[in-house]
């Protein structure tokens, strides 16, 4: 490292944030460029680093710091992206903490013998070094069925990854017919969340044309009352891939309405479907994804927090039987106040009562995970707040564990696995629903709460429902797109 890198003396605290801050400052352009120009996402154990602020950037430092329980710091990472951007990269997914944390490893090992930083990165890379073929043939289109709750998050989140334009755009979102000023009200509901704060972006409305313009993507609102009822290639939008947020329809025959219309090619469900249709959890069964699927479901938000979790402990440990307690946050499906509601309890006040209700999620892990079949049960209370749920999972297990280990397991598939995206982990012991809004994985093991006794166990998961739940949609959405990035590293 050159010595305007070197770390200063941990006791001038402020100047060391100053000069890691600076450190950032320079690292974000070169982010931006990467992602902009290359299609090349970079994070930091698993935390994307494009459009992001100085102090997230610092932040995402910090959490590795504490989970990994090593000194990776801004002073280390720097060198790092800067022979990064040296290279001539594919279109890939770089995780530039584990980068970073490999060489330190390496520095730490080798001495006196290791390798400089620009060797190092251009070997570790070097499988991603001139390979220019695109991730996907051609930029996928994507419409949206439905603009409430998940619709405008999910909106957010293709808009944040629409990088070169060369993969996946959002070309349009479908609603109902709407009354005057329906365009500035839903534009309005985009731009400012009470739960998920402000929009990172602009948005501009063209009436004249039913158009939203977010970050300068042009994107057609189209009034409609049926799936059918749409010609997508009038507004030269074609082969698109339909998300269908409504929840209206559920199974095969109604979802294959989207279909029928020109332009449209396949359809996602973010909810659980009925009959055949599959039901996928991002991580742990999307290799029943095939090319030619036309109808793909993402199941619940309950599912896709709890499934890898389960899946893993029951590989480790085997489940002989558990209960699924769901902690559930209200949603528009409950009553403000007390009215009439065709399920039971449901038309009790969300904002005043604790609300005992059914829950398919502990069933519906069996299709994600069929080796559970017959082991789980589940309930879930509504509570009165917006959002961020949590799972409590009592579990009997074929093997004695202890907390420690039963942790450090959990702990170790959060960091390094294929699953680092399902599954994270936190070890604060002051944690509440609320910090863990927008929280990207699909579900948080709150360790801290963790209890063992034996091959007795309850394991407590966070999740943002809404947030974390579109993430895994997200995920799904690039898979069932064919859309092919390179990844480092590649976990086991």
């Known amino acids: ?3 305007s890198n070197v770390r200063p003396s941990v006791d001038d605290y402020f100047g060391d944030w100053k000069q890691r801050e600076a450190l950032v400052q320079e690292m974000i352009p070169v982010i931006g460029k990467m992602f902009n120009r290359y299609n090349i996402g970079i994070y930091i154990y698993g935390r994307p680093l494009h459009n992001r602020s100085v102090t997230f950037i610092m932040k995402s430092h910090r959490f590795v710091r ?3 329980r090593n000194e990776m710091s801004e002073f280390e990472s720097h060198p790092v992206l800067m022979a990064m951007a040296k290279l001539d990269l594919c279109h890939a997914n770089i995780d530039l903490g584990k980068l970073t944390v490999r060489f330190m490893e390496h520095l730490e090992a080798e001495g006196d013998a290791a390798k400089d930083v620009d060797t190092f990165v251009s070997e570790e890379l070097a499988y991603l070094i001139g390979q220019k073929a695109k991730p996907v043939p051609k930029s996928q289109d994507v419409v949206l069925y439905g603009f409430g709750r998940i619709g405008r998050l999910m909106a957010r989140l293709l808009i944040e990854r629409t990088s070169t334009g060369e993969v996946m755009r959002l070309r349009a979102i479908v609603i109902r017919p709407g009354g005057e000023g329906d365009l500035v009200k839903r534009a309005s509901l985009f731009t400012n969340d009470s739960v998920h704060g402000a929009f990172q972006g602009t948005l501009r409305i063209d009436e ?4 939203l313009i977010a970050n300068g993507n042009v994107i057609q609102v189209i009034y409609a009352n049926s799936p059918d009822e749409i010609d ?4 030269d939008i074609d082969d698109a891939l339909i998300i269908d947020n409504t929840g209206k329809w559920r199974d095969e025959e109604g979802l294959s309405l989207h279909l029928r219309s020109k332009g449209a090619a396949k359809v996602m469900l973010t909810a659980p479907g009925k009959g055949a249709l599959k039901n996928i959890v991002y ?3 999307d290799n029943e994804m095939k090319p030619d699927d036309k109808i793909i479901t993402a199941a619940s938000c309950t599912t896709n927090a709890i499934a890898p979790v389960l899946k893993v402990v029951n590989d480790e440990y085997g489940i002989i039987h558990g209960h699924i307690e769901t902690v559930h946050a209200y949603t528009n499906d409950q009553n403000l106040i007390d009215n009439y509601h065709s399920g039971h309890r449901r038309g009790r ?3 005043l009562n604790m609300v005992l209700t059914e829950t398919g999620a502990a069933k519906a892990v069996v299709k994600a995970v069929p080796e559970l079949e017959g082991k789980l049960t589940g309930n879930a209370v509504r509570v009165p707040i917006p959002n961020v749920s949590m799972a409590i999972m ?3 297990l074929e093997k004695e564990t202890t907390k420690e280990e039963l942790n450090e397991f959990l702990r170790q598939i959060a960091l390094h696995s294929k699953l680092q995206n399902q599954i994270s982990y936190t070890q604060s012991e002051d ?6 809004v927008g929280t990207r994985e699909a579900g948080i093991v709150d360790s801290n709460a963790t209890i063992v006794n034996g091959n007795h166990c309850v394991l407590y998961l966070w999740y943002d429902n809404e947030f974390g739940y579109c993430c895994q949609v997200g995920r799904m959405v690039y898979k069932m797109a064919g859309v092919d990035y390179r990844e480092y590293p590649v976990e086991a």
């Open 66 to 68: 504490q989970v990994e």
């Open 431 to 436: 944690a509440v629903s609320s910090d863990f």
């Open 349 to 351: 006040s969300a904002a």
């Open 232 to 235: 997508y290639t009038k507004y």
């Open 394 to 396: 009592t579990l009997t």
């Open 208 to 211: 004249e044309n039913k158009c």
């Open 1 to 3: 490292m050159s010595d």
């Open 283 to 285: 991580g742990i069964n």
